[in-house]
């Protein structure tokens, strides 16, 4: 009697529920009727084979921009959240004193050139003969070379004396010092020379320094300084990102790293954004990651307009076989109860259930993975009102 009792109230209970199986026992009932339902055909059809994972979008240049001067800013262009293109001017530092440097480097070069004769519109290379310094101790050595010879001639014929010999011969001897000490402060010139113009391309850099550029094109992620304040050097101005592309960096499972080459393409999902796009495959890590056992993998994604941020969270599918074939029936053809997910299909004018293992959504459509071939006469209106065996018949 508790037996019977038992099975009284599971009948009634499954007779009173509401959901997918709700209707079997009055399908049960109605075996003998035909039921009409809506169905398509399974086809064989083009679904790529993809790798799923999750990451984090990325930019390719993240930049600091510093002042390479000291200085006081005197003009800031930009704010946070501007968008700048490469060499567009951000900041400006104040130019008088680097000016004032300028122009005192640009007096030390000419006078250098002065001391070596150098004029207005001529190039820096000189001749050292052709200096007057140089001129100078040439004509003494030459003048003194001359009184050396007659005297020391004078002296074999007993007219000069020892003395006279001895103070031509130390003449000689400081015309040559004198000649060797006027060519090397021509080449002490010429290096002053080179030093010097080196010190004023320096001012100049310095001068164009104060004007600070943006490096590449992008977003202004922080403004850290403000008019008035005064800039050491290397002290930073603004953050700069680059906004376009993005570099999208994915942590693929080791067991699924070999299907993964470079170029494949990559779709991506961004949470909370209706933004869709498309990369390549560009780099891949070589080696595997020992925390987690996977595969960096980056790809660069275009962001013309902006629409995504770097450093948000991402879902990126990689399509690693293109050319896979599968089978896809719409949403609505699948049954789902209690983690168990079913198709209903016309086998020999009835019903038969097909329990099968969805894969992606494609649209309004799932993939099947496993569970369904093509051929098969799927039921896609109807289903949720018959039972398996019970005879159908299919709409036109």
Same mark, same amino acid.
């Given at each position: ?7 009284a109230?599971?009948v ?7 959901g997918?199986y ?11 009727k035909?039921?009409l ?21 990325? +930019? ?18 930009v ?13 400006e530092?104040?130019?008088e ?28 290379q ?11 101790? %040439? ?18 014929e007993?007219v ?8 031509v ?5 400081i ?34 320094d104060?004007t ?12 850290q300084a403000?008019?008035?304040e ?22 693929v ?17 961004v ?6 796009r498309? *990369? ?30 770097a450093?948000?969270?991402?879902? *990126? ?14 949403s ?8 168990v997910?079913? %198709?209903?299909? %016309?086998?020999?004018?009835?019903a +038969? ?5 969805p ?15 093509g ?22």
């Amino acid at each position: 009697m508790p037996g019977r009792l038992w099975v009284a109230a599971v009948v009634g209970l499954l007779a009173g529920c509401s959901g997918p199986y709700s209707g079997l026992t009055t399908a049960a009932k109605d075996q003998g009727k035909s039921a009409l339902v809506r169905a398509q055909v399974v086809t064989s059809e083009n679904i790529p084979e993809v790798v799923v994972a999750t990451g984090e979008l990325l +930019a390719e240049d993240l930049a600091t921009i510093s002042a390479k001067v000291p200085g006081r800013i005197a003009k800031l262009h930009v704010d946070l959240g501007g968008q700048v293109e490469a060499g567009q001017v951000l900041a400006e530092i104040e130019r008088e004193d680097y000016e004032f440097r300028l122009k005192q480097a640009e007096a030390l070069v000419e006078q250098t050139r002065a001391r070596l004769g150098l004029g207005a519109g001529t190039g820096d290379q000189v001749d050292p003969a052709r200096t007057s310094t140089v001129k100078l101790a %040439v004509g003494a050595l030459e003048n003194a070379r001359l009184n050396f010879t007659r005297t020391s001639q004078l002296a074999k014929e007993g007219v000069a004396s020892q003395v006279d010999f001895d103070t031509v011969r130390s003449n000689l001897l400081i015309a040559e010092a004198r000649y060797q000490a006027a060519m090397e402060e021509v080449y002490q010139n010429q290096a002053q020379l080179v030093e010097r113009r080196a010190q004023l391309e320096l001012a100049r850099q310095q001068l164009t320094d104060t004007t600070i550029r943006a490096p590449f094109r992008g977003a202004i992620t922080r403004r850290q300084a403000s008019v008035g304040e005064y800039l050491a050097v290397n002290a930073a101005v603004v953050s700069l990102v680059r906004w376009h592309p993005l570099r999208l960096r994915l942590e693929v499972p080791e067991r699924l790293a070999a299907k993964v080459r470079l170029g494949q393409s990559v779709g991506l999902r961004v949470e909370g954004s209706t933004a869709t796009r498309s *990369g390549r495959v560009v780099r891949l890590s070589p080696s595997i990651e020992a925390q987690n056992r996977s595969l960096v993998v980056e790809a660069e994604i275009p962001n013309e307009d902006g629409a995504l941020r770097a450093g948000s969270f991402a879902e *990126g599918t990689i399509a690693v076989n293109p050319d896979a074939r599968g089978v896809a029936v719409p949403s609505r053809a699948v049954l789902s109860f209690a983690g168990v997910d079913r %198709v209903f299909v %016309v086998e020999n004018g009835a019903a +038969a259930e097909r329990l099968v293992k969805p894969g992606r959504r494609l649209g309004e459509r799932v993939e099947i993975v496993t569970g369904l071939k093509g051929g098969e006469l799927v039921i896609t209106e109807g289903h949720d009102r018959i039972a398996a065996g019970q005879k159908v018949q299919v709409a036109n």
